[in-house]
């Protein structure tokens, strides 16, 4: 057997782990920690439980392909068979027996093993492999391991390993457990920067360093891509020389079939250029690889609390990640590592990945959480705890799924826990069996788990001539029934055409073998069990509309009302704007289901898939009935509405009478300071009389007359609008009590005397005053009505001489002054004289101070 790097330190990794029960391992890509660890460990007699009996070693993996090629590896090198000393289990599918004492399985269903028997009583050691990927499932099992440890079983062993992460931190949270470290590959990598790669795109990228690095050097290559659509762009730009110069392309990706990603690990008699994603980032050797071409991106999972879905952004990969990739390159030989970006970009790039766990929606962690009992999620012994935030919106979306009740698990949660399938599609398997569909259910959920099985269709829909030409004259009720039977046909006759695309067989099979997992899962008896499940539904639900059914309440908060008939615009619950997608069928229901979103930075999230809702479903819980009262921009009043809502989506709406009970008048004050300026809207006669209240405020400060501003009509609003349901309403209406409301009796009886609306001039008429803040009050009256006064009339306690604005009979201003009695000695003679001829009728006395 090969030496390995890491076996120089397997004695250290036994010694420390029989010593603290927890350990944690640092080895770099290629040393060899997956395949030798495990062996080591139950070498040494440490794989033994507190009775002495032989346990266990679960090896976690977090990915299928790694899971299954590791235990094959292990077995080889032990020279056993698989399935016999050393085993596998992952997602619907495994190989072990009584004898298997290592058994490597993905950590999903470690987690489910853990809610069947909490103590994992059979188990001596569980090892954590690649725990830098941080994903959610590990964070969790680790924290549960934990405590199982600390509080069940405390001769239970521990073992994190990472090729890139810093250990400190978990030997830390392993109560300061030994941590190792295994420096060096197996084989050098030599690291290649392109510096012109910025701008370009990623295939040209990709096709150009494949061409530089195939000439320089031997072997197979392995190209990190970002997703499955950059994987197709790549395969299709090399086609031709691949066939020219005998080279196999094969693409590798999680959603593949396990036997599909299998075949990628074998030997070829051509040089194989496999074109993947991370998953081909840990744990797995591929056989004769020596070069890596690192396109340095990755579509990372993410939570949008905004839109309330997780999505795939195209990200820069991290340091510690783009050190595994190159890993990758010397495993078996000396190799070399291309990376698409500078030296520079390097620099900046993180130095980890953000933790799945503070990113990502967390329903089905949480379900499992409430499943083993944990109810106080801040004292739960988190590794790292996730955003409060996070937990509580997943705690949410729980409730409206029926598995919790008032924060306590119902039994419908609990049997969703169970199931292999995030909390949304197992909820959907338990309805259509509860509706008499259970595998029709199967199918669906095995369905919305995995990518789409049809052909050039990441998503699903209709991509063919013959498919798009019947998406554009009809109409379906759920594009996701139409790809179930497509599905069902192809069981049931091998058919692979349909309306939604074609079907690619493998991946077909693969759903059909979940989906005969998940049923039997229902009931442990197959047919059998499908007719008894089948006899509890109602005989009124048609097979299609089981289905419709069961999807809606795997998304109900995802339910969208269309904006109007057959437009693919909607308004999904939350209030979020949702535009059909071109390949959707469900083009007339007017209500639906927004199945598959995501995000293409529009305003509104495109639909890929939906289904059908009818009205007539939604739960009676969740649907309520209220007047609403709102501001009408087009008739500038407040109006009454009467709404039907599931949960905030309006459903109806009619129009009815405001109640006399609901005061209206801080939704019109609302209104009007959002849509006027209010100094268009005040009546001139508040606006006079506020200027009055102002000026005797700073003339006669000892009344202690309030402050209100040069503008303080929105301070007056809400008052003012009381009563008052339109805006021609508030025209007619003057807000001089509004602002009485402010002053004493004192104060507006002082106003009255000392600030005067009006004076009283010779002859009885009562001319206005015109008031303005900072400046002496005006007085405008013709010469005749003037006779009498000797000197300046003054207000405000005689502290205040009257600006007086002289007019002539024609009411035009002849003199501007604060001194009559100047007027009278040296204007008032000369203006006689030119005046008297013009007015004769008007008296024009020699002595003006006589009325």
């Given at each position: 057997m090969e030496r390995l790097p890491i076996d120089d330190i397997l004695p250290q990794v036994t010694e420390n782990l029989a010593k603290s029960r927890a350990l944690v391992l640092k080895a770099a890509p290629g040393a060899g920690k997956t395949t030798r660890v495990p062996p080591a460990i139950l070498d040494a007699g440490l794989a033994v439980l507190a009775d002495k009996k032989p346990g266990k070693i679960v090896v976690l993996q977090p990915r299928r392909v790694a899971a299954r090629a590791a235990a094959a590896r292990i077995s080889e090198e032990r020279g056993t068979a698989l399935g016999a000393e050393i085993g596998y289990r992952v997602r619907h599918e495994g190989r072990s027996s009584k004898e298997t004492r290592i058994l490597i399985c993905t950590t999903g269903v470690f987690l489910r093993r853990l809610q069947d028997d909490p103590g994992i009583e059979d188990v001596a050691v569980v090892i954590f492999d690649e725990f830098h990927e941080r994903s959610v499932d590990s964070d969790l099992a680790l924290a549960l391991t934990r405590q199982v440890q600390q509080e069940i079983r405390p001769d239970l062993n521990i073992v994190v390993m990472s090729a890139t992460l810093d250990g400190a931190p978990i030997a830390s949270y392993l109560n300061d457990c030994p941590a190792l470290e295994c420096p060096g590959r197996t084989y050098p990598v030599d690291i290649e920067y392109m510096s012109h790669a910025t701008n370009a795109r990623i295939d040209d990228l990709v096709v150009d360093g494949l061409m530089r690095m195939l000439d320089k050097n031997d072997g197979d290559v392995l190209v990190f891509l970002p997703g499955v659509g950059e994987i197709r762009q790549v395969q299709n730009a090399l086609e031709s020389k691949a066939t020219n110069e005998k080279l196999a392309l094969m693409p590798l990706y999680g959603d593949m079939a396990l036997?599909?990603?299998?075949?990628?690990?074998?030997?070829?008699?051509?040089?194989?250029?496999?074109?993947?994603?991370?998953?081909?980032?840990?744990?797995?050797?591929?056989?004769?690889?020596?070069?890596?071409?690192?396109?340095?991106?990755?579509?990372?999972?993410?939570?949008?609390?905004?839109?309330?879905?997780?999505?795939?952004?195209?990200?820069?990969?991290?340091?510690?990640?783009?050190?595994?990739?190159?890993?990758?390159?010397?495993?078996?030989?000396?190799?070399?590592?291309?990376?698409?970006?500078?030296?520079?970009?390097?620099?900046?790039?993180?130095?980890?990945?953000?933790?799945?766990?503070?990113?990502?929606?967390?329903?089905?962690?949480?379900?499992?959480?409430?499943?083993?009992?944990?109810h106080d999620f801040d004292a739960f012994p988190w590794f790292e705890k996730p955003p409060a935030a996070v937990i509580e919106r997943a705690l949410e979306l729980l409730e409206r799924l029926g598995a919790t009740e008032g924060g306590k698990l119902t039994s419908l949660g609990k049997e969703m826990a169970r199931l292999p399938l995030q909390p949304r599609l197992a909820r959907l398997l338990l309805e259509g069996a509860h509706l008499g569909q259970p595998r029709r259910a199967a199918i669906c959920a095995a369905l919305l788990s995995e990518r789409p099985p049809f052909k050039n269709e990441e998503r699903g829909g209709p991509k063919d001539h013959h498919s798009a030409n019947y998406q554009r004259t009809h109409?379906?009720?759920?594009?996701?029934?139409?790809?179930?039977?497509?599905?069902?046909?192809?069981?049931?006759?091998?058919?692979?055409?349909?309306?939604?695309?074609?079907?690619?067989?493998?991946?077909?099979?693969?759903?059909?073998?979940?989906?005969?997992?998940?049923?039997?899962?229902?009931?442990?008896?197959?047919?059998?069990?499908?007719?008894?499940?089948?006899?509890?539904?109602?005989?009124?639900?048609?097979?299609?509309?089981?289905?419709?059914?069961?999807?809606?309440?795997?998304?109900?908060?995802?339910?969208?009302?269309?904006?109007?008939?057959?437009?693919?615009?909607?308004?999904?619950?939350?209030?979020?704007?949702?535009?059909?997608?071109?390949?959707?069928?469900?083009?007339?229901?007017?209500m639906f289901v927004a199945v598959d979103m995501v995000d293409l930075n529009k305003p509104e999230l495109s639909v890929r898939?939906?289904?059908?809702?009818?009205?007539?479903?939604?739960?009676?819980?969740?649907?309520?009935?209220?007047?609403?009262?709102?501001?009408?921009?087009?008739?500038?009043?407040?109006?009454?509405?009467?709404?039907?809502?599931?949960?905030?989506?309006?459903?109806d709406e009619s129009v009815a009478s405001i109640p006399p009970d609901i005061d209206v008048s801080a939704a019109l004050a609302q209104a009007v300071a959002e849509n006027f300026d209010l100094e268009t809207l005040v009546d001139d006669k508040a606006k006079e009389y506020l200027a009055r209240v102002q000026c005797l405020r700073e003339w006669l400060p000892e009344l202690e007359l309030p402050d209100l501003g040069a503008s303080p009509w929105e301070t007056f609003l809400t008052s003012w609008c009381a009563g008052c349901t339109s805006v021609a309403e508030l025209r007619e209406r003057s807000l001089v009590d509004a602002i009485n409301a402010n002053l004493t009796y004192e104060q507006r009886t002082a106003l009255a005397k000392e600030?005067?609306?009006?004076?009283?001039?010779?002859?009885?008429?009562?001319?206005?005053?015109?008031?303005?803040?900072?400046?002496?009050?005006?007085?405008?009256?013709?010469?005749?009505?003037?006779?009498?006064?000797?000197?300046?009339?003054?207000?405000?306690?005689?502290?205040?001489?009257?600006?007086?604005?002289?007019?002539?009979?024609?009411?035009?201003?002849?003199?501007?002054?604060h001194d009559l009695a100047g007027f009278w000695k040296n204007t008032y003679p000369d203006l006689k004289k030119e005046l008297k001829g013009r007015y004769p009728k008007h008296k024009w006395p020699d002595d003006p101070l006589q009325k």
């Open positions: 036997g599909d990603q299998q075949a990628v690990l074998l030997p070829s008699k051509n040089r194989k250029i496999v074109l993947a994603t991370n998953v081909a980032e840990t744990s797995l050797t591929i056989d004769g690889v020596t070069v890596v071409i690192d396109s340095g991106l990755a579509r990372i999972n993410r939570f949008d609390p905004a839109l309330g879905i997780n999505r795939l952004d195209l990200s820069r990969i991290s340091k510690a990640s783009a050190t595994q990739r190159a890993g990758r390159a010397g495993r078996t030989a000396p190799g070399a590592c291309l990376r698409l970006w500078s030296e520079r970009e390097q620099s900046q790039m993180d130095e980890y990945e953000l933790p799945e766990i503070e990113r990502v929606e967390l329903s089905e962690c949480m379900l499992q959480l409430l499943a083993w009992g944990e109409h379906t009720d759920s594009d996701v029934l139409e790809q179930v039977r497509a599905i069902e046909n192809f069981d049931d006759n091998g058919e692979r055409r349909s309306i939604m695309g074609e079907l690619l067989p493998g991946p077909t099979k693969q759903v059909l073998k979940i989906s005969d997992q998940l049923t039997r899962l229902l009931d442990g008896d197959g047919k059998d069990g499908d007719a008894k499940v089948k006899a509890k539904a109602k005989d009124t639900v048609t097979a299609d509309d089981a289905l419709l059914r069961a999807i809606m309440v795997a998304f109900p908060d995802r339910i969208c009302r269309r904006r109007k008939a057959k437009d693919p615009r909607a308004v999904m619950v939350g209030g979020r704007g949702i535009k059909l997608a071109e390949q959707s069928t469900v083009f007339e229901a007017p898939r939906a289904s059908a809702v009818e009205q007539g479903w939604l739960p009676q819980n969740l649907i309520s009935s209220s007047i609403d009262v709102s501001y009408d921009k087009s008739r500038q009043k407040i109006v009454a509405l009467k709404r039907t809502r599931f949960c905030d989506l309006v459903l600030a005067p609306e009006q004076f009283k001039l010779t002859g009885g008429r009562f001319a206005k005053l015109q008031y303005e803040l900072g400046k002496p009050p005006i007085l405008p009256a013709r010469i005749q009505e003037l006779f009498g006064f000797s000197k300046t009339p003054s207000i405000a306690r005689s502290r205040v001489p009257l600006m007086l604005h002289i007019l002539a009979p024609n009411y035009r201003v002849q003199q501007i002054t």
